[in-house]
């Protein structure tokens, strides 16, 4: 089965044309390298929980909303060299374009798929 990266950040909800347009280009990198999709969803239903969240997890402000984002790779040998291409590229270096959001308090890792139904 394919293997997928996900992500969650808080964004500035000013900074949302921003972000798209970071995104875009993190796409086109993502998908030269091998990714088989890539996946932006922004946050229009995403509570606050009493013990843990989404916002809570990426210290969402009140002038921010979680986006949520996964990567779709053939396979975790393809995402592992992929993926170190994709941080080599220097379309996504912070200087040509930077992230317009804290990747500090991003969360993500790397899945296996077990079902997909």
Known sequence: M???????????TAARAAFLDHARIAATVFKEHGALQVV????T???????????????????????????????????DVGMDKVMADPRLHPDTNPMPF????????????????
């Open 2 to 12: 394919s293997y997928v990266d996900g992500f969650v950040a808080a964004v500035p």
């Open 40 to 43: 932006e969803c922004w946050g």
């Open 45 to 79: 239903d995403v509570p606050d929980g009493e013990v843990t969240s989404f916002p809570m997890a990426v210290k969402c402000a009140a002038d921010e909303t979680v986006v949520f984002s996964w990567i779709i790779w053939p396979s975790r040998a393809v995402r």
């Open 102 to 117: 804290d990747g500090k308090r991003a969360i993500f890792g790397g899945f296996e798929q077990i079902l997909v139904a």
